[in-house]
């Protein structure tokens, strides 16, 4: 039986990118799962992820696994999350 992937614990097991698209002004972006996880937690749900628009900033989002292949990777480019010295 197969199970929904609703973590980014699910996701990085499984090697996929998280699709992240703003509701408002449809800007998207894509991050490896298995960093997300790093930098969250692996058993944070994908809903409630901190992400927030470049564009407009708008807290907004959805976000969806998207299967990643290192053979046959895809034609995106994949952000990488960074934290910052406070």
Same mark, same amino acid.
């Given at each position: 039986?197969?199970?929904?992937?609703?973590?980014?614990?699910? !996701? !990085?097991?499984?090697?996929? /990118?998280?699709?992240?698209?703003? /509701?408002?002004?449809?800007?998207?972006?894509?991050?490896?799962?298995?960093?997300? !996880?790093?930098?969250? +937690?692996? +058993?944070?749900?994908?809903?409630? /992820?901190? $992400?927030?628009?470049?564009?407009?900033?708008?807290?907004?989002?959805?976000?969806?696994?998207?299967? $990643?292949?290192?053979?046959?990777?895809?034609?995106?480019?994949?952000?990488?999350?960074?934290?910052?010295?406070?």
């Amino acid at each position: 039986m197969t199970r929904a992937i609703d973590t980014t614990g699910a !996701a !990085a097991r499984h090697n996929m /990118l998280l699709r992240v698209e703003c /509701l408002i002004c449809g800007h998207v972006g894509h991050h490896r799962a298995q960093v997300v !996880a790093q930098a969250v +937690g692996y +058993g944070c749900p994908l809903d409630n /992820l901190p $992400f927030v628009c470049s564009r407009c900033r708008s807290r907004k989002v959805r976000t969806a696994p998207q299967e $990643f292949h290192p053979d046959r990777p895809p034609k995106v480019t994949v952000w990488v999350p960074m934290q910052l010295r406070r």
